[in-house]
Protein backbone atom coordinates (compact mmCIF):
# COMPACT_ATOMS: atom_id res chain seq x y z
CA UNK A 1 0.00 0.00 0.00
CA UNK A 2 1.18 3.58 -0.71
CA UNK A 3 -0.06 6.87 0.18
CA UNK A 4 0.03 9.46 -2.45
CA UNK A 5 -1.11 13.15 -1.61
CA UNK A 6 -2.08 16.14 -3.60
CA UNK A 7 -1.77 19.70 -2.66
CA UNK A 8 -3.33 22.52 -3.79
CA UNK A 9 -0.91 23.55 -5.97
CA UNK A 10 -1.17 20.04 -8.01
CA UNK A 11 -5.15 21.11 -8.69
CA UNK A 12 -4.77 23.95 -10.39
CA UNK A 13 -7.06 22.89 -14.09
CA UNK A 14 -8.59 19.51 -15.52
CA UNK A 15 -4.82 18.00 -16.94
CA UNK A 16 -3.62 17.91 -13.47
CA UNK A 17 -6.28 15.85 -12.80
CA UNK A 18 -5.11 13.55 -15.96
CA UNK A 19 -1.66 13.44 -14.57
CA UNK A 20 -3.20 12.49 -11.18
CA UNK A 21 -4.73 9.39 -13.12
CA UNK A 22 -2.00 8.57 -15.18
CA UNK A 23 0.37 8.31 -11.87
CA UNK A 24 -2.37 6.08 -9.70
CA UNK A 25 -2.98 3.99 -12.66
CA UNK A 26 1.10 2.30 -12.23
CA UNK A 27 -0.22 2.25 -8.56
CA UNK A 28 -1.00 -1.54 -7.29
CA UNK A 29 -2.87 -0.56 -4.07
CA UNK A 30 -3.04 3.30 -3.67
CA UNK A 31 -4.87 5.84 -1.02
CA UNK A 32 -4.95 9.01 -2.41
CA UNK A 33 -5.25 12.43 0.09
CA UNK A 34 -6.53 15.88 -1.10
CA UNK A 35 -6.03 19.48 -0.54
CA UNK A 36 -9.12 21.56 -1.43
CA UNK A 37 -8.49 22.91 -5.27
CA UNK A 38 -5.97 25.60 -5.96
CA UNK A 39 -7.08 28.95 -4.83
CA UNK A 40 -10.45 27.38 -2.78
CA UNK A 41 -9.08 27.83 1.02
CA UNK A 42 -8.06 31.48 0.50
CA UNK A 43 -11.66 32.35 -0.89
CA UNK A 44 -13.17 30.07 2.18
CA UNK A 45 -10.91 32.09 4.54
CA UNK A 46 -11.87 35.42 3.37
CA UNK A 47 -15.77 34.67 3.33
CA UNK A 48 -15.17 33.34 6.90
CA UNK A 49 -14.04 36.93 7.91
CA UNK A 50 -17.05 38.82 5.77
CA UNK A 51 -19.54 36.29 5.78
CA UNK A 52 -22.11 39.22 4.33
CA UNK A 53 -20.29 39.72 1.17
CA UNK A 54 -19.70 35.95 -0.02
CA UNK A 55 -23.21 35.83 -1.82
CA UNK A 56 -21.51 34.72 -4.86
CA UNK A 57 -19.11 31.87 -3.56
CA UNK A 58 -21.93 29.18 -3.90
CA UNK A 59 -22.31 29.87 -7.15
CA UNK A 60 -18.52 30.62 -7.92
CA UNK A 61 -17.18 27.08 -6.04
CA UNK A 62 -19.74 24.87 -7.53
CA UNK A 63 -19.06 26.12 -11.59
CA UNK A 64 -15.14 26.36 -10.60
CA UNK A 65 -15.08 22.73 -9.43
CA UNK A 66 -17.65 21.38 -12.67
CA UNK A 67 -15.30 22.40 -14.88
CA UNK A 68 -12.89 20.20 -13.38
CA UNK A 69 -15.62 17.47 -13.16
CA UNK A 70 -18.86 18.70 -16.04
CA UNK A 71 -20.33 14.91 -15.64
CA UNK A 72 -20.09 14.94 -12.32
CA UNK A 73 -23.74 15.76 -12.59
CA UNK A 74 -24.71 12.39 -13.68
CA UNK A 75 -23.12 10.32 -11.04
CA UNK A 76 -23.76 9.28 -7.66
CA UNK A 77 -21.85 11.45 -5.99
CA UNK A 78 -23.70 14.65 -6.93
CA UNK A 79 -26.20 14.63 -4.19
CA UNK A 80 -22.89 14.62 -2.09
CA UNK A 81 -21.94 17.53 -3.84
CA UNK A 82 -24.88 19.60 -3.40
CA UNK A 83 -25.20 18.75 0.43
CA UNK A 84 -21.37 20.47 0.97
CA UNK A 85 -22.45 23.43 -1.07
CA UNK A 86 -26.03 23.70 1.14
CA UNK A 87 -23.22 23.18 4.21
CA UNK A 88 -21.17 26.21 2.90
CA UNK A 89 -24.51 28.32 2.49
CA UNK A 90 -25.66 27.23 6.14
CA UNK A 91 -21.86 28.20 7.82
CA UNK A 92 -21.89 31.28 5.99
CA UNK A 93 -25.48 32.09 7.45
CA UNK A 94 -24.38 31.47 10.79
CA UNK A 95 -21.19 33.20 10.75
CA UNK A 96 -23.28 36.41 9.28
CA UNK A 97 -24.60 36.27 12.80
CA UNK A 98 -22.02 35.01 14.91
CA UNK A 99 -18.35 35.58 13.72
CA UNK A 100 -16.89 33.46 16.62
CA UNK A 101 -18.98 30.49 16.18
CA UNK A 102 -15.88 28.12 15.06
CA UNK A 103 -17.86 24.94 14.68
CA UNK A 104 -19.42 26.95 11.30
CA UNK A 105 -16.11 28.30 10.77
CA UNK A 106 -14.35 24.90 10.45
CA UNK A 107 -17.54 23.75 8.43
CA UNK A 108 -16.72 26.31 5.97
CA UNK A 109 -13.32 25.78 5.35
CA UNK A 110 -13.42 21.79 5.31
CA UNK A 111 -15.63 22.65 2.45
CA UNK A 112 -12.74 22.64 -0.12
CA UNK A 113 -11.57 19.60 0.71
CA UNK A 114 -14.94 17.98 0.73
CA UNK A 115 -15.38 19.14 -2.93
CA UNK A 116 -12.03 18.26 -3.77
CA UNK A 117 -12.31 14.60 -2.81
CA UNK A 118 -15.81 14.77 -4.82
CA UNK A 119 -14.08 15.94 -7.54
CA UNK A 120 -11.06 14.51 -8.06
CA UNK A 121 -12.74 10.81 -7.07
CA UNK A 122 -15.30 11.39 -10.21
CA UNK A 123 -12.43 12.38 -12.24
CA UNK A 124 -10.84 8.77 -11.56
CA UNK A 125 -13.69 7.08 -12.21
CA UNK A 126 -13.80 8.12 -15.62
CA UNK A 127 -10.39 7.13 -16.26
CA UNK A 128 -11.61 3.48 -15.20
CA UNK A 129 -10.09 3.84 -11.33
CA UNK A 130 -12.56 2.19 -9.05
CA UNK A 131 -11.76 5.57 -6.96
CA UNK A 132 -14.30 7.19 -4.24
CA UNK A 133 -14.30 10.16 -1.68
CA UNK A 134 -14.23 9.63 1.88
CA UNK A 135 -14.44 12.06 4.35
CA UNK A 136 -11.25 11.57 7.43
CA UNK A 137 -13.67 12.23 10.05
CA UNK A 138 -16.15 9.47 9.12
CA UNK A 139 -13.26 7.30 8.55
CA UNK A 140 -12.24 7.57 12.44
CA UNK A 141 -9.64 9.86 11.85
CA UNK A 142 -9.26 11.31 15.13
CA UNK A 143 -7.15 15.20 16.13
CA UNK A 144 -5.30 15.94 19.26
CA UNK A 145 -7.61 19.40 19.63
CA UNK A 146 -10.86 21.05 19.69
CA UNK A 147 -11.64 23.07 16.69
CA UNK A 148 -7.89 23.26 15.87
CA UNK A 149 -5.48 20.60 16.59
CA UNK A 150 -1.85 20.25 15.37
CA UNK A 151 -1.59 15.96 14.27
CA UNK A 152 -3.87 13.16 14.59
CA UNK A 153 -4.04 11.42 17.55
CA UNK A 154 -2.67 7.89 16.23
CA UNK A 155 -3.46 5.83 19.09
CA UNK A 156 -7.30 7.10 19.03
CA UNK A 157 -7.50 7.03 15.45
CA UNK A 158 -6.05 3.35 15.18
CA UNK A 159 -8.66 1.57 17.26
CA UNK A 160 -11.59 3.62 15.64
CA UNK A 161 -10.10 3.93 12.11
CA UNK A 162 -12.73 2.25 9.46
CA UNK A 163 -10.45 -0.07 7.18
CA UNK A 164 -13.35 -1.58 5.09
CA UNK A 165 -14.46 2.30 3.70
CA UNK A 166 -10.42 2.32 2.59
CA UNK A 167 -11.39 -0.43 0.30
CA UNK A 168 -10.59 0.34 -3.64
CA UNK A 169 -9.38 3.92 -4.33
CA UNK A 170 -9.95 5.75 -1.44
CA UNK A 171 -9.71 9.65 -2.28
CA UNK A 172 -9.31 10.96 1.57
CA UNK A 173 -10.34 14.62 2.88
CA UNK A 174 -6.69 16.16 3.99
CA UNK A 175 -6.48 19.01 6.86
CA UNK A 176 -8.98 18.24 9.25
CA UNK A 177 -10.83 15.05 11.02
CA UNK A 178 -12.62 14.18 14.46
CA UNK A 179 -11.90 16.59 17.11
CA UNK A 180 -11.37 15.37 20.72
CA UNK A 181 -14.56 16.76 21.43
CA UNK A 182 -16.23 14.51 18.72
CA UNK A 183 -16.66 17.65 16.60
CA UNK A 184 -14.39 18.83 13.46
CA UNK A 185 -11.26 20.04 13.75
CA UNK A 186 -8.75 20.99 11.24
CA UNK A 187 -4.84 20.51 11.29
CA UNK A 188 -2.50 23.94 10.82
CA UNK A 189 -2.02 25.25 7.47
CA UNK A 190 -0.31 22.90 5.27
CA UNK A 191 -1.63 19.76 7.19
CA UNK A 192 -2.72 17.38 4.43
CA UNK A 193 0.81 16.73 4.65
CA UNK A 194 0.49 14.94 8.45
CA UNK A 195 -2.94 13.53 7.53
CA UNK A 196 -1.44 12.04 4.58
CA UNK A 197 2.11 10.33 7.08
CA UNK A 198 -0.62 9.72 9.57
CA UNK A 199 -2.25 7.45 7.46
CA UNK A 200 0.87 5.72 6.27
CA UNK A 201 1.77 4.87 9.70
CA UNK A 202 -2.06 3.67 10.53
CA UNK A 203 -1.93 1.89 7.10
CA UNK A 204 1.60 0.54 7.49
CA UNK A 205 2.03 1.76 4.05
CA UNK A 206 5.00 1.52 2.34
CA UNK A 207 5.70 4.92 1.29
CA UNK A 208 4.21 8.45 1.18
CA UNK A 209 4.49 10.18 -1.92
CA UNK A 210 3.89 14.24 -1.69
CA UNK A 211 2.94 15.19 -4.98
CA UNK A 212 3.96 19.10 -5.46
CA UNK A 213 4.75 21.57 -8.14
CA UNK A 214 8.43 21.97 -7.18
CA UNK A 215 11.27 19.99 -7.37
CA UNK A 216 12.17 18.96 -3.68
CA UNK A 217 13.34 20.41 -0.73
CA UNK A 218 15.89 22.60 -1.56
CA UNK A 219 19.13 23.42 1.28
CA UNK A 220 18.21 26.86 0.96
CA UNK A 221 14.85 29.07 0.34
CA UNK A 222 14.66 30.18 -2.91
CA UNK A 223 13.93 33.69 -1.66
CA UNK A 224 17.59 34.54 -0.75
CA UNK A 225 18.26 33.89 -4.44
CA UNK A 226 20.60 31.74 -4.69
CA UNK A 227 20.79 28.91 -7.01
CA UNK A 228 20.63 25.08 -5.03
CA UNK A 229 19.74 21.93 -6.31
CA UNK A 230 17.08 19.22 -3.88
CA UNK A 231 18.62 17.59 -1.24
CA UNK A 232 18.45 14.00 -2.04
CA UNK A 233 18.31 12.59 1.26
CA UNK A 234 17.48 13.88 4.06
CA UNK A 235 16.83 12.29 7.80
CA UNK A 236 14.24 12.17 9.69
CA UNK A 237 15.79 14.11 12.72
CA UNK A 238 16.82 16.55 10.13
CA UNK A 239 13.90 16.76 8.16
CA UNK A 240 12.14 17.77 11.16
CA UNK A 241 14.56 20.65 11.84
CA UNK A 242 14.12 21.86 8.58
CA UNK A 243 10.28 22.24 8.49
CA UNK A 244 10.37 23.25 11.87
CA UNK A 245 12.87 26.20 10.79
CA UNK A 246 12.42 27.36 7.46
CA UNK A 247 11.22 24.65 4.95
CA UNK A 248 7.84 25.82 3.16
CA UNK A 249 7.78 22.78 1.34
CA UNK A 250 7.51 20.12 4.15
CA UNK A 251 4.88 21.01 6.85
CA UNK A 252 6.55 20.85 10.41
CA UNK A 253 4.07 17.83 11.48
CA UNK A 254 4.51 15.98 8.64
CA UNK A 255 7.61 12.91 9.68
CA UNK A 256 6.46 12.26 12.99
CA UNK A 257 3.98 9.33 12.49
CA UNK A 258 6.60 7.58 10.17
CA UNK A 259 9.48 7.97 12.59
CA UNK A 260 8.73 4.82 14.66
CA UNK A 261 8.26 2.52 11.43
CA UNK A 262 10.80 3.93 9.34
CA UNK A 263 8.26 4.84 6.30
CA UNK A 264 9.77 6.71 3.43
CA UNK A 265 8.43 10.05 2.70
CA UNK A 266 8.95 11.02 -1.23
CA UNK A 267 8.87 14.70 -2.88
CA UNK A 268 7.86 14.18 -6.31
CA UNK A 269 6.72 17.30 -9.20
CA UNK A 270 3.78 15.91 -10.54
CA UNK A 271 4.68 17.44 -13.84
CA UNK A 272 7.89 14.67 -13.83
CA UNK A 273 5.81 11.62 -12.76
CA UNK A 274 7.84 8.94 -13.41
CA UNK A 275 11.32 10.82 -12.50
CA UNK A 276 13.27 9.76 -9.46
CA UNK A 277 12.32 11.36 -6.60
CA UNK A 278 13.55 14.85 -5.92
CA UNK A 279 14.00 14.45 -2.04
CA UNK A 280 13.74 11.09 -0.20
CA UNK A 281 12.90 11.66 4.56
CA UNK A 282 13.93 8.18 5.49
CA UNK A 283 15.63 7.11 8.91
CA UNK A 284 18.86 8.85 9.87
CA UNK A 285 22.30 7.68 8.71
CA UNK A 286 25.01 7.19 11.65
CA UNK A 287 27.91 8.77 10.27
CA UNK A 288 27.01 10.93 7.61
CA UNK A 289 27.36 14.12 8.36
CA UNK A 290 27.73 17.42 6.93
CA UNK A 291 25.80 20.62 6.26
CA UNK A 292 22.87 19.32 4.79
CA UNK A 293 20.67 22.58 4.55
CA UNK A 294 20.67 26.21 6.15
CA UNK A 295 17.43 28.10 7.01
CA UNK A 296 16.85 31.68 8.31
CA UNK A 297 14.46 33.40 10.44
CA UNK A 298 14.68 36.81 10.59
CA UNK A 299 14.01 39.32 13.53
CA UNK A 300 14.35 37.02 16.51
CA UNK A 301 14.89 37.91 20.46
CA UNK A 302 16.57 35.85 22.52
CA UNK A 303 15.05 35.71 26.34
CA UNK A 304 16.81 34.88 29.45
CA UNK A 305 15.78 33.65 32.75
CA UNK A 306 17.65 32.42 36.17
CA UNK A 307 17.04 31.08 38.94
CA UNK A 308 18.76 30.85 42.27
CA UNK A 309 18.26 27.56 43.14
CA UNK A 310 17.70 24.28 41.07
CA UNK A 311 15.38 21.75 43.05
CA UNK A 312 12.19 23.74 41.76
CA UNK A 313 13.85 24.07 37.98
CA UNK A 314 11.79 20.96 36.85
CA UNK A 315 8.63 22.07 37.88
CA UNK A 316 8.90 25.32 36.36
CA UNK A 317 10.09 24.29 33.45
CA UNK A 318 7.11 21.80 32.64
CA UNK A 319 5.06 25.23 33.38
CA UNK A 320 7.20 27.44 31.91
CA UNK A 321 6.76 25.22 27.70
CA UNK A 322 3.09 24.71 29.03
CA UNK A 323 2.62 28.30 28.86
CA UNK A 324 3.81 28.63 25.63
CA UNK A 325 1.35 25.97 23.97
CA UNK A 326 -1.19 27.46 25.52
CA UNK A 327 -0.47 30.84 24.06
CA UNK A 328 0.63 28.99 20.80
CA UNK A 329 4.12 30.75 21.06
CA UNK A 330 6.76 29.36 18.40
CA UNK A 331 10.05 28.61 19.73
CA UNK A 332 12.59 28.93 17.38
CA UNK A 333 15.08 27.06 19.88
CA UNK A 334 16.18 27.10 23.46
CA UNK A 335 19.13 25.96 25.54
CA UNK A 336 18.30 25.25 29.08
CA UNK A 337 20.56 24.99 31.85
CA UNK A 338 20.77 24.14 35.35
CA UNK A 339 19.95 27.69 36.32
CA UNK A 340 19.96 29.71 32.80
CA UNK A 341 17.51 29.49 30.47
CA UNK A 342 17.47 31.07 27.36
CA UNK A 343 14.48 31.16 24.06
CA UNK A 344 14.66 32.11 20.78
CA UNK A 345 11.61 33.49 19.48
CA UNK A 346 10.18 35.95 17.32
CA UNK A 347 10.86 39.45 17.74
CA UNK A 348 6.66 40.10 18.32
CA UNK A 349 6.36 36.90 21.08
CA UNK A 350 8.45 39.31 23.57
CA UNK A 351 5.83 40.50 25.57
CA UNK A 352 4.22 37.25 25.66
CA UNK A 353 6.86 35.01 26.84
CA UNK A 354 7.65 37.58 29.06
CA UNK A 355 4.04 37.37 30.55
CA UNK A 356 4.80 33.40 30.90
CA UNK A 357 7.24 33.80 32.91
CA UNK A 358 5.97 36.28 35.52
CA UNK A 359 3.12 33.98 35.76
CA UNK A 360 5.70 31.46 36.94
CA UNK A 361 7.16 34.16 39.22
CA UNK A 362 10.20 34.59 37.36
CA UNK A 363 11.98 37.64 35.69
CA UNK A 364 13.19 37.67 32.04
CA UNK A 365 15.41 39.83 30.06
CA UNK A 366 15.45 39.95 26.22
CA UNK A 367 17.59 41.36 23.46
CA UNK A 368 17.62 41.74 19.49
CA UNK A 369 19.22 39.96 16.98
CA UNK A 370 18.86 40.43 12.93
CA UNK A 371 18.51 36.74 12.59
CA UNK A 372 18.81 33.09 13.40
CA UNK A 373 20.87 30.91 11.08
CA UNK A 374 19.84 26.75 11.04
CA UNK A 375 22.65 25.10 9.41
CA UNK A 376 20.65 21.21 9.03
CA UNK A 377 23.11 18.84 9.61
CA UNK A 378 26.07 20.82 10.69
CA UNK A 379 27.82 19.22 14.10
CA UNK A 380 30.05 22.02 16.31
CA UNK A 381 32.82 20.17 14.89
CA UNK A 382 32.29 21.84 11.93
CA UNK A 383 31.78 25.58 13.18
CA UNK A 384 35.05 24.67 15.14
CA UNK A 385 37.05 24.18 12.05
CA UNK A 386 35.82 27.66 10.65
CA UNK A 387 38.51 30.49 10.45
CA UNK A 388 37.93 32.42 13.16
CA UNK A 389 37.48 35.78 11.34
CA UNK A 390 35.40 33.93 9.34
CA UNK A 391 33.25 33.02 12.31
CA UNK A 392 33.29 36.02 14.21
CA UNK A 393 32.31 37.91 10.77
CA UNK A 394 28.60 36.06 11.22
CA UNK A 395 28.31 35.90 14.95
CA UNK A 396 30.22 36.85 18.50
CA UNK A 397 27.11 34.84 20.49
CA UNK A 398 27.77 31.21 21.38
CA UNK A 399 26.28 28.53 19.20
CA UNK A 400 22.95 26.29 20.35
CA UNK A 401 23.09 22.68 19.23
CA UNK A 402 20.93 20.43 18.99
CA UNK A 403 21.57 16.67 17.86
CA UNK A 404 23.53 17.46 14.95
CA UNK A 405 22.60 20.79 14.14
CA UNK A 406 24.00 24.17 14.54
CA UNK A 407 22.28 27.60 15.30
CA UNK A 408 23.93 31.00 15.56
CA UNK A 409 22.41 34.65 16.19
CA UNK A 410 23.79 37.47 13.86
CA UNK A 411 22.92 41.28 13.95
CA UNK A 412 23.85 41.44 10.35
CA UNK A 413 21.32 42.98 8.07
CA UNK A 414 22.62 41.63 4.80
CA UNK A 415 21.38 37.94 5.25
CA UNK A 416 21.90 37.15 1.59
CA UNK A 417 25.76 37.94 1.41
CA UNK A 418 25.93 36.04 4.75
CA UNK A 419 24.14 33.05 3.32
CA UNK A 420 26.35 33.14 0.24
CA UNK A 421 29.46 32.98 2.54
CA UNK A 422 27.78 30.07 5.00
CA UNK A 423 27.33 28.25 1.29
CA UNK A 424 31.09 29.21 0.38
CA UNK A 425 32.78 28.15 3.65
CA UNK A 426 30.61 25.04 4.72
CA UNK A 427 29.68 23.40 1.47
CA UNK A 428 26.68 21.38 1.28
CA UNK A 429 26.46 17.75 1.83
CA UNK A 430 24.81 15.98 -0.60
CA UNK A 431 24.58 11.75 -0.24
CA UNK A 432 22.70 9.99 -2.85
Same mark, same amino acid.
Given at each position: ??????????????????????????????VV?????????????????E?? @?A???????A??????????????????????????????????????????????????E?????????H??????????????????????????????????????????L??????????G???????????????????????????????????D??????????????????? @??? @????????????T??????????????????????????????????????????????????????????????????R?????????????????? @????????????????V???????????????????S??I???????????????????????????????????????????????????????????
Amino acid at each position: MEVHKFGGSCLRDSTDLDRIADVLGSVEQPVVVVSALWGTTDRLMRAAKEPR @YAGRLVNDLAAQHLRFAPTLANDDAYDRFQRVLLGIEDALSKLATDRDDRAARNRLLAAGERLSALVVAHHLKGRGLKAHAVGAEDIGLRLNGTHVADRVDLDASSSRLDTAALSDLPVVTGWFGEGSDGQLALLGRGGSDHTATALAALLEASKVVLWKDVDGIHPLNPRWGIATTPVP @YLG @YSQAIEFANADATVLHPATVEPVLKLGIPIEIRHLNSPHAKASTVIGPDVLGAGGLRAVSCQQKVARVRTSMAYIHDSQRMLRKVLSGFSDRSIRIHT @YQIGDKMWEFIVPQHEVHRVGAVFKGAGLEATHDYFSALITLIGCEAEMMDGLDEDILKSWTDEPLYVTQSTSHLLTQRDDISSMMKEVFLHLPVNQPV
